[in-house]
């Protein structure tokens, strides 16, 4: 059973850090590109960093670009996101996603809320 529980989130003040994690389990995690998404109430699910199987590569939204960093350790199957220097306008519901474009297969996680908030 395909499972992907984010964790980590919660309620920071501006300018502080939070690191996101996701623990994947019931398939190959190191051969999937995962992702992190975000969806603040009222807006669309937009896509936030993702980091590319095989290969590594990274990419990230404009928004975030700087202040957070997604990585991945393949040996305990779970990806991370490092947020630094958070906004309010970062505050949203932050969802892991596992895909494999040769199969086709696509997972998601139940989502982690993170709030930004003096």
């Known amino acids: 059973q395909v499972q992907l529980v984010e964790s980590g989130g919660g309620l920071v003040q501006p300018g502080g850090s939070l690191r996101l994690s996701c623990a994947a389990s019931?398939?190959?995690?190191?051969?999937?590109?995962m992702s992190w998404y975000r969806q603040a109430p009222g807006k669309e699910r937009d896509l936030v960093a993702n980091i590319i199987s095989p290969g590594g590569h990274t990419n990230y939204a404009d928004p975030v670009k700087g202040r957070f960093t997604i990585s991945r350790d393949n040996a305990k199957n779970t990806l991370y996101l490092q947020m630094n220097s958070l906004r309010p306008e970062d505050a949203a519901v932050y969802y892991c996603?596992?895909?494999?474009?040769?199969?086709?297969?696509?997972?998601w996680g139940q989502g982690t809320q993170v709030t930004v908030s003096s």
């Open positions: 019931g398939f190959t995690f190191s051969s999937y590109t």
């Open positions: 996603r596992a895909t494999r474009v040769v199969t086709g297969n696509n997972y």
